[in-house]
Structure formats: C-alpha cells, structure tokens
C-alpha cells in the first residue's frame, strides 16, 4: 500500500531534491491569480487566459483526484564568474536556460513516477492548467516571495517545479500547518522590488510581466517598446535579477547533487554569456543548431537576434556596428528594426563622448 514515506523516497531516488504533499482541492492564492488576469499583467501570454477555471482546481484537470505531489530540483549552478556574466560585450542568459531544456529532462521521469505510482496520475511541469508554485507552497516546499518566486529557506529560489496529480488520498502526508502568511519570510526586506531594472512589480507579490525582461525576452514576440531597451543592460533571454539579490538565494542557494541536474550545469561560459558579436552574426540555421533542445529555443532566431541588437545597443561599442548594419539589411523586419536601433544609439553615444572630449 502507498504511503508518503514510501511515495517521497521514490521521489528522492528518481533525483529530485524536495517532495511535498497537498490535500487536492480549491487552488490556493486563486482569487489573485484571476486580479491578475484581470489586469492584464499576463501581456500576450494567452495560454494563460485560455479556460482559467482549470487552473482553479486540479480536479478539473483529472476528475477524481486526491492528492497535489509537487516535486523540487535545484538547478544552481556556481561556475560562471559574475564579472563574466556583467560584461556588456556578453549577452546575458537567464541561469535556468544555461543547459539542456528542462521540460524534457524533468517530464519523462515525472511521468515514469505517475506510472510507478500505479494509479490515474497526470504530470506537468510548468506546461499545463496547474499553478506548481501555489500548490509549492501548500506543500510545504517554501513560501512566495515578494518577487512572485517560489523560495525554500535552505534552497533558494533556483528550482525547477512539477506536480502529479494522483487519485489516491495520503492522510499520513497531511498536517494541519496553517499556511505561511503573505511574504512571511520575506520580513521587511524588499532588495528583490528595488533591485529590478524595468520595475515591473507595482505591488510585493505582483509582477506585471509586460515590463518584466523575461517576458520582454522571450515571451514577446513583437518589438520590444523603445522606452524600455535601455533597460534591459545586457540581457538576452530571461533574467535573474530578483532572484540573484534575494538573501535566501546569496545565502543558501547551492548546486544539486542529483544526477538530474548534470544535464543543466556545468555550463560553459558561452552557453550562460555568449559573446553579442557572436550571436549577431547568427544565422537560422546555426541557430537551430546550436539551441535545438534547450530553452533558448523558444525565443526563435528572431527573437534571440531582436535581442541580441538591445544588447549591443546598450553596450555602445563600435565593435558592433558591421554586424549591426549586416543585420539592418535582412528579411527579417523585426531584426531591422531593433538593429537600426542599435546603431543610432552607438553612433549617438560615440558622438556626445567625442563632443565631451572636445569640450574638455
């Protein structure tokens, strides 16, 4: 017979690093995640908006479910120097997507535990109507923080998230804990709100990911609003700017020692930092190539050369320009666009620096 000890040493031995339990039943923190939509924070992400009322309750996702297992992996990783991921000659990748695609890594084995469970189970791993950090949370896995992110207080918030859903109840998995109030391990600090670049929380625990540089980097398909690529430094897909400043994260956050997490780290510098020259000079096909399976994938050539062009933009240097000035010229229009962006705002930094000179 199943039991939540036996259920979270399968976990442990499959390579996860947290397991937790939850009665199924209404989501928590529901009612925000519908103010949210409401608002229109979600920007063009419409899958989200599509049939909401799935994400109110698992049950609604597998009729008859019991039980909420919601499953942590730490992908931390501590080999790439800030110094390299700060130079603006570099572009700069969001620590998650430094290695092989995590959907494909963490699915099949969450799917192998489904069937190992011997019971009508449903997996996701953030691809499907369950809200994982909600029901983290309700497990016992951590509290949300003021950046909207899941954190363990002996973890950090670097962790990959599933769920399964399984029909079956666990009372031995079950306490009676109230949950943790609002940001309760939060306390006063705020370093997470005020740190980020686009400030794209207007309220602790509210995130407005059309101003967010994930979003703008990966999720936003179209251009990129002007007003808001000086801010995006050198980021070219995600960012970690929240998270990298949150004392749970600076204090706590370490690599894991599962064989799971040997397919994300360690990277090389070039897969968290790549060079912008490099990826200005990108080619579809290259691209395909080289990022085929892994997260930057989803940004598609064009998206990652939109924001390859924001980054050289932002770097200034007039190394850039022959790739710059190549890319204005492609059949690509959202390329252009960003390129010649690009080179005015070289072109116009280089000119108030020789207007500097002359004056001094």
Not at 7 to 18: H, N, P, S, T, V
Not at 134 to 154: D, E, P, S
Not at 196 to 208: I, K, N, Q
Request: aromatic share 10%; net charge positive.
């Amino acid at each position: 017979m199943l039991s939540a000890a036996l259920i979270r040493e399968k976990a442990l031995e499959l390579g996860f690093d947290l397991v937790g339990f939850a009665p199924a039943g209404p989501t928590p923190g529901a009612d925000q995640f519908l103010a949210w939509l409401e608002a229109g924070y979600h920007g063009q992400m419409a899958y989200l908006a599509n049939a909401p009322e799935r994400r109110l309750d698992p049950r609604a996702v597998l009729p008859g479910a019991r039980t909420v297992v919601v499953v942590g992996l730490s992908y931390e990783t501590l080999a790439v120097p800030y110094e390299v991921l700060r130079d603006p000659s570099r572009g700069r990748i969001a620590r998650y997507a430094w290695g092989a695609d995590y959907h494909e890594v963490i699915t099949p084995v969450l799917r192998a535990f489904g069937e190992w469970l011997s019971l009508e189970s449903r997996a996701y791993v953030d691809t499907g109507p369950v809200l994982e950090r909600n029901w983290a949370q309700r497990c016992g896995l951590g509290f949300i923080g003021k950046n909207t992110c899941l954190i363990h207080r002996k973890r950090g918030s670097y962790l990959f998230l599933g769920a399964v859903l399984i029909a079956e109840e666990l009372p031995d998995a079950f306490d009676d804990q109230p949950q943790p109030a609002l940001f309760s391990g939060c306390g006063r600090c705020a370093r997470c709100l005020g740190a980020c670049p686009t400030r794209a929380f207007p309220a602790p625990g509210v995130l407005d990911a059309r101003r967010c540089i994930a979003y703008l980097t990966i999720e936003l398909k179209g251009s990129i609003p002007e007003p808001l690529r000086p801010l995006l430094g050198n980021w070219v897909f995600g960012c970690d700017v929240c998270q990298d400043v949150c004392p749970y994260v600076r204090r706590f956050s370490r690599p894991s020692d599962s064989p799971l997490a040997r397919a994300f780290y360690p990277p090389s510098i070039d897969r968290a930092a790549p060079k912008l020259v490099d990826l200005l000079q990108l080619d579809r096909v290259t691209f395909n190539q080289r990022y085929k399976r892994t997260p930057l994938a989803r940004a598609k050539w064009r998206g990652l050369l939109r924001n390859a062009c924001v980054a050289a933009g932002n770097w200034g240097s007039p190394e850039a320009l022959p790739y710059l000035q190549r890319l204005a010229a492609c059949d690509e229009p959202l390329v252009r666009e960003h390129a010649a962006w690009a080179i005015a705002r070289i072109i116009a930094g280089e000119s108030a620096r020789s207007s500097a000179t002359m004056q001094a």
